[in-house]
């Protein structure tokens, strides 16, 4: 369970990836699995909800500030 403090905003798969210190290509590896959950990736940002489910995931990125608001 994610802390229910933190706030998300939207961001893109370029920040996500930077957040969690990795590839963009090893980001999409990571969440292929999670595909149905997060929903679709439109208007090239994850919304603030898909934000948390990704963090719900993998946890909580090194980089905090880039997803939260």
């Given at each position: 369970?994610?802390?229910?403090?933190?706030?998300?905003?939207?961001?893109?798969?370029?920040?996500?990836?930077?957040?969690?210190?990795?590839?963009?290509?090893?980001?999409?590896?990571?969440l292929?699995?999670?595909?149905?959950?997060?929903?679709?990736?439109?208007?090239?940002?994850?919304?603030?909800?898909?934000?948390?489910?990704?963090?719900?995931?993998?946890?909580?990125?090194?980089?905090?500030?880039?997803?939260?608001?």
């Open positions: 369970m994610i802390d229910t403090t933190l706030h998300f905003k939207a961001v893109n798969k370029t920040t996500v990836a930077l957040a969690y210190n990795v590839s963009g290509r090893t980001l999409n590896k990571w292929k699995p999670f595909e149905k959950e997060i929903g679709l990736y439109s208007g090239g940002c994850y919304n603030p909800k898909q934000v948390a489910t990704i963090v719900e995931h993998l946890g909580i990125p090194e980089e905090t500030n880039l997803l939260c608001v």
